[in-house]
């Protein structure tokens, strides 16, 4: 999907709660040369820096709690894949996407992956919300717009399913 939006490679590009998930090295290896990780624990950061090497310089490594975050400058995709499902409370909902619209350029891309509809109701031992793109629609007009989703059947390391919503929004150009 971020492919897909057709950013130019030098485009700011941040994943939200990246941890040490490979996505930064598969963006780095498409060429993308502005990507940003940001995530609430730095341990994570650990793995992921050792694993690029000396590509990790080319990263920027945040260390935040995205429902704090400071934006010093703004992106044109924000990334996030299961982050947002964990904030259950409608306070830290409402203040996440307070602070990605003041992330997000216009006709920036907010790409969000959550647990479906038939998703798990509880993820390590913490609850979570299931999204339709019914209800990501309701949080997100009138200033984003649909332009693509799917489900996706993820496979966990002990082998179980998880549904996950995958879907893009682009920001309107008036907003
Ligand atoms: C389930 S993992 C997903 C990691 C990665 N995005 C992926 O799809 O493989 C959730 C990540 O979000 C981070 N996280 C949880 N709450 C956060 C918050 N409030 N702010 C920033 N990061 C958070 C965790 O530390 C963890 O790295």
């Known amino acids: 999907m971020i492919c ?3 950013v130019p490679l030098d485009a700011p590009i941040l994943d939200v709660g990246g941890g040490a998930s490979t996505l930064v090295d598969h963006l780095l290896d498409k060429g993308y040369r502005d990507v940003s ?3 609430i624990a730095a341990s994570a950061f650990t793995q992921a820096k050792a694993r ?4 990790a310089t080319q990263v920027t490594w945040i260390e ?3 429902t704090q975050f400071e934006p010093s400058r ?3 995709v924000w990334h996030d894949r299961a982050v947002f499902h964990f904030l259950t409370k409608a306070a830290d909902r409402d203040r996440y996407l307070e602070v990605m619209r003041k992330s997000l350029r216009p006709q920036g891309h907010f790409l969000l992956s959550t647990f479906g509809p038939e998703g ?3 993820c390590s031992g913490l609850p ?4 339709s793109v019914e209800m990501l629609n309701e949080l997100l007009e009138p200033d984003f717009k649909l332009r693509a989703c799917e ?3 993820h496979r966990t390391p002990t082998g179980g399913r998880q549904e996950f919503l995958y879907s893009w929004w682009e920001r309107l150009e008036t907003s």
């Open 120 to 122: 798990p109701t509880q």
């Open 52 to 55: 690029l090497g000396a590509n």
């Open 74 to 76: 703004s992106y044109a």
């Open 4 to 6: 897909s939006t057709g």
């Open 64 to 66: 935040s709690d995205v």
């Open 37 to 39: 990780v940001l995530d």
């Open 151 to 153: 489900i996706e059947e």
């Open 128 to 131: 979570v919300q299931r999204y």
